[in-house]
């Protein structure tokens, strides 16, 4: 469809509040043609679905600096699915550790961007789940 | 015969809306039956417009307003539109970062929206997203946008109370009638009240306001100054206060609520006009050969642009 973009929502879940890496993220996204819909830190579960749903986005991308984010990560799917809202893919950034992806794809996680990932990698993956092409470099 | 999507719009169902507002957004001609249905329809909401400068403190003004009308056990609806890049036609839509706390509300519905690089379009989007909104039900809508350029003052059109936030540090009162800003509000807010000169800029705004409304007579509105202090929450039951006095006087006059709906039907007509011609010789795709023959004969200056356009209209 003409005038389509990929609509990606960022944000940080829980107390973590390193949210320098997110930041660079959405600008770098925004230079690549991505509407980012920024919600920043200490966001819950039940209001980041409820802002999915209102802002209709392709894909939710979360930022992790701290150890928790496998209990973060599970309780948002689990929500997400009894929302009916599973099928908008979740990527993950920050300090994953290589050992958790596993356990991470398995609940249902589409893409993790730790260390030494690459925006070439992330903006493939972001035209691969969304189906959309990003016009800008 | 009702339209499919326009009943789930009419029931709530947010994915549904949420959806229909994606493809206004991305200019979906398929969806004009359901933007009819919706229309016959709308027009019951108060929508209230936020406009100013970039820092001003819409977002947190917003946050404080929705706080209130909650309290007040009021559902409302947000509009937030934010600028995208003219360079990568991305754009980091992050007003909700100061309305977090509604997020887990379900009387309160916020939608981003970018204004993207389309030449008055933006309007266009934007009054379609707020006739979705209008047939949802909500108590109020509000639609904040950065006053920085015609497309965002033309989606204020579609309010019917405009609010023009603006701070103590935002220069003096030639700035705002530079802006032509002037003309389009119906309150201005002197946020950020507790830094600086806040009295300094609501008497300079006064002025400016009563330079312009002197001569309207005693039935014309009369713009108030409300000064607030969003981050503390300060004043802004006085604005909510200001904001019904506005539209009690305009159901106490019909007739300028009369001119002012007309004023509206216009703008969105002549929106739709504009895109119209936009979209019949502007996209890349529809330039006839004819369209590439009469600009061959303005580059060879054997017609001008003005007389080129006519005949472009006429064939």
Redesign the interface.
């Known amino acids: 469809?003409?005038?389509?973009?990929i609509?990606c929502l960022l944000a940080m879940l829980g107390t973590d509040v390193h949210s320098k890496g997110i930041r660079t993220l959405?600008?770098l996204?925004?230079?690549?043609?991505?509407?980012?819909?920024?919600?920043?830190e200490?966001?819950?579960a039940?209001?980041?679905i409820?802002?999915l749903?209102?802002?209709?986005a392709d894909v939710v991308g979360l930022s992790y600096s701290t150890a928790t984010y496998l209990h973060y990560t599970r309780d948002l799917l689990v929500k997400m699915k009894a929302a009916?809202?599973d099928d908008v893919p979740v990527m993950l950034g920050g300090l994953i550790h290589a050992d958790d992806e596993p356990e991470l794809r398995e609940m249902g996680v589409k893409g993790i961007f730790g260390p030494g990932s690459s925006m070439t990698q992330i903006v493939a993956f972001l035209q691969d789940v969304t189906g959309k092409t990003l016009?800008?470099p | 015969m009702s339209d499919a999507i326009a009943d789930a719009v009419r029931r709530g169902e947010l994915r549904s809306v949420a959806r229909l507002i994606t493809r206004i957004e991305a200019g979906d001609p398929t969806i004009a039956a359901t933007l009819r249905d919706l229309h016959a329809a709308a027009g019951n909401t108060p929508i209230i417009g936020i406009t100013g400068p970039p820092g001003a403190g819409k977002s947190t003004l917003v946050d404080q307003m929705l706080a209130r009308y909650r309290a007040n056990g009021e559902r409302v609806a947000v509009l937030a539109v934010d600028p995208s890049s003219p360079f990568s036609g991305g754009a980091i839509l992050g007003d909700r970062v100061r309305m977090n706390r509604h997020n887990t509300d379900r009387g309160v519905f916020i939608r981003s929206m970018a204004a993207r690089g389309r030449l008055g379009g933006l309007a266009q989007a934007a009054a379609d997203a707020l006739v979705v909104l209008d047939a949802m039900g909500w108590d109020r809508i509000l639609v904040e946008t950065v006053g920085v350029g015609q497309n965002e003052i033309d989606v204020l059109r579609h309010a019917d109370t405009v609010l023009i936030v603006q701070t103590p540090a935002g220069g003096d009162t030639v700035q705002a009638v530079k802006a032509g800003i002037l003309e389009v509000g119906d309150l201005f807010v002197v946020n950020k009240a507790d830094t600086g000169s806040a009295d300094r800029t609501v008497s300079a705004l006064r002025e400016a306001i009563e330079f312009r409304t002197h001569a309207l007579g005693a039935d014309a509105w009369h713009p108030p100054v409300p000064k607030t202090a969003a981050t503390d929450n300060q004043g802004i039951a006085e604005l909510l206060t200001a904001i019904d006095a506005h539209r009690r006087h305009l159901q106490d006059h019909p007739e300028q609520l009369a001119l002012r709906r007309r004023a509206q039907a216009r703008a969105r007509v002549t929106e739709h006009l504009a895109e119209i011609l936009r979209s019949r010789y502007l996209q890349p795709t529809n330039r006839s050969e004819r369209f590439e023959a009469i600009i061959d004969e303005v580059v060879a200056r054997r017609c001008d642009p003005s007389s080129a356009a006519a005949r472009l209209l006429h064939d």
């Open positions: 469809m003409i005038g389509e973009k609509r959405a600008q996204l925004r230079d690549r043609g991505v509407e980012v819909i920024y919600l920043g200490h966001n819950t039940d209001g980041l409820n802002a749903i209102a802002e209709d009916g809202v016009t800008a």
